[in-house]
């Protein structure tokens, strides 16, 4: 009974690696769309008045895409640490995670969100979802670097909850539009706060618990 309860814990986090393999493919798979640098293809098809009018607008927009990726998996490789024996993974992946979000990936997403698809309260979510993103991730650095490893980690992880938005937005977008058949512009202002308001509130929960 007690070799069972110890192999719980290790099927899960074997459940959770595929699970995470398996939206990290299909997020990298969107990422391929836009190579080469593509103006009218998938969601930039919807975004043609700020690519002729903006042109600053499509280098922040592959630069927030490109990083964006790697970002997704070096958190994932940090947060594996020790306890998937992986430890010696966990401070370059930090870095690398830590330096592509804070220099490029959450200000190019949070220019972004002030041309946000839908309406003013779509754009003040992406801006605030951005600059919380940041935020949770200079935090994070800056208790690693006085060396207070468990606020670091707390932080780390509200960091990789919004980091994870990217995927819990387009599962979300998935299930309103099977359940309800919105229009689309109003699932867009739903999913624009579902995708990260749910996953931060369920790490604030699980920090508070103690769990994390």
Do not use: C
């Given at each position: ?34 190579i080469p640098l593509k103006t009218e293809v998938s ?98 650095y800056q208790f690693a670097r006085q060396k207070k ?61 103690k769990h994390i």
């Amino acid at each position: 009974m007690l070799t069972v309860k110890r192999n719980i814990p290790n099927i899960l986090k074997i459940l959770l690696v595929i699970g995470f393999g398996y939206f990290f493919w299909l997020m990298f798979k969107i990422t391929l769309e836009y190579i080469p640098l593509k103006t009218e293809v998938s969601f930039l098809m919807i975004k043609q008045t700020e690519v002729t009018d903006r042109p600053e607008y499509l280098w922040f927009f592959y630069t927030h895409v490109y990083t964006s990726i790697f970002v997704l998996l070096s958190g994932f490789l940090a947060i594996l640490r020790k306890d998937f024996g992986l430890k010696n993974f966990h401070r370059n992946s930090g870095k690398v995670y830590i330096f592509l979000l804070l220099i490029l990936s959450a200000p190019s997403g949070i220019y972004m969100g002030f041309f946000a698809n839908g309406d003013v309260f779509s754009k003040i979510s992406f801006v605030i979802l951005g600059s919380l993103w940041w935020f949770t991730t200079f935090k994070a650095y800056q208790f690693a670097r006085q060396k207070k490893f468990k606020q670091h980690k707390q932080w780390m992880w509200r960091s990789f909850a919004l980091t994870l938005s990217a995927v819990t937005l387009r599962m979300w977008k998935v299930i309103i539009v099977y359940l309800f058949h919105p229009n689309p512009m109003d699932v867009y202002e739903i999913i624009a706060w579902m995708g990260w308001v749910p996953n931060i509130l369920l790490i604030e929960y699980l920090i508070t618990k103690k769990h994390i």
